[in-house]
């Protein structure tokens, strides 16, 4: 456990003016050897991030204010949390694990207007192959869905071959 913190500095360079935000604030506590708690705002990456990411590049990057209980459960990382404060309306469970080649994440993600999103993503390498799906739909239920497969030919020669759909708003 311990208490985290982060910010932003930004400067427009063609105002010159400088403007600071906290990004992270967050304090984590280990849960008897079985979970780890974290209550504050955080930075939450998930999955393929088409759902739930930090928007590292973006200028207004992502953080959530609110609760995370991770644990591993059979080979699964398990995070389930509150989004948008302390609410169990709005609320998200991720599951993740990697099991002999295969890489499997699931997010599930429900709003207090009684939506819900969410989010699948298989990968599995064997050798030199490598196939990759990304299945996802918002709250609005627009879709983001990405098919890939890959093949290492020899050093520093890959071919591949892919797929993205964007559908709605």
Do not use: K, P
């Not at 999955?47 to 590049?57: H, Q, T």
């Not at 204010?65 to 169990?88: C, K, P, R, W, Y």
């Amino acid at each position: 456990g311990g208490i985290h913190a982060s910010a932003d500095l930004n400067y427009d360079v063609n105002g010159g003016d400088a403007t600071q935000s906290i990004y992270e604030a967050y304090a984590s506590t280990d849960l008897m050897g079985f979970a780890t708690m974290t209550a504050g705002r955080q930075d939450l990456s998930y999955g393929s991030g088409a759902l739930m990411s930090s928007n590292d590049w973006g200028m207004n990057r992502y953080t959530n204010d609110g609760i995370d209980i991770a644990m591993e459960l059979g080979g699964f990382n398990l995070h389930v949390g509150t989004l948008d404060g302390i609410s169990q309306d709005n609320n998200y469970m991720n599951a993740s694990g990697s099991f002999a080649g295969a890489n499997v994440n699931i997010l599930m993600m429900n709003n207090d207007a009684d939506q819900s999103a969410h989010g699948y993503d298989l990968s599995y390498s064997m050798g030199d192959l490598s196939i990759s799906v990304s299945m996802n739909e918002d709250f609005n239920e627009n879709t983001y869905n990405s098919y890939g497969v890959s093949y290492n030919v020899f050093d520093n020669l890959t071919a591949s071959i892919s797929q993205t759909s964007n559908e709605g708003g």
